[in-house]
Nanobody, 117 residues
């Protein structure tokens, strides 16, 4: 059974940092492209970052470029998202997904990130 379990969310002040983690199991993690997708209230899901299977290639949405860093540890079957200089607009539920986060891909249960003073 495929499982993606996110952690690391929470409440942070504007300008602060958080690191999200996603523990993967039930599939060959190191063979999969992985993504982080976020969904804010009353908005649709938005892919914020993607990393290829060996970590050598990444994608970032314009809104998070230069502030967020995606990386992975294939030996630990874990995906990460380092988020710096957080802004209120970054507040959302963050999901770890396989591939590009389409409906047909696997999703975790999500972790809430709230940026507020």
């Amino acid at each position: 059974e495929v499982q993606l379990v996110e952690s690391g969310g929470g409440l942070v002040q504007p300008g602060g940092s958080l690191r999200l983690s996603c523990a993967a199991s039930g599939f060959t993690f190191g063979s999969y492209l992985m993504s982080w997708v976020r969904q804010a209230p009353v908005k649709g899901p938005k892919r914020v970052s993607t990393i290829n299977s060996d970590g050598g290639s990444t994608y970032y949405a314009d809104s998070v470029k230069s502030r967020f860093t995606i990386f992975r540890d294939n030996a630990k079957n874990t995906l990460y998202l380092q988020m710096n200089s957080l802004e209120p607009d970054d507040s959302a539920i963050y999901y770890c997904t396989t591939c590009y986060g389409l409906e047909s891909d696997y999703w975790g249960q999500g972790t809430q990130v709230t940026v507020s003073s």
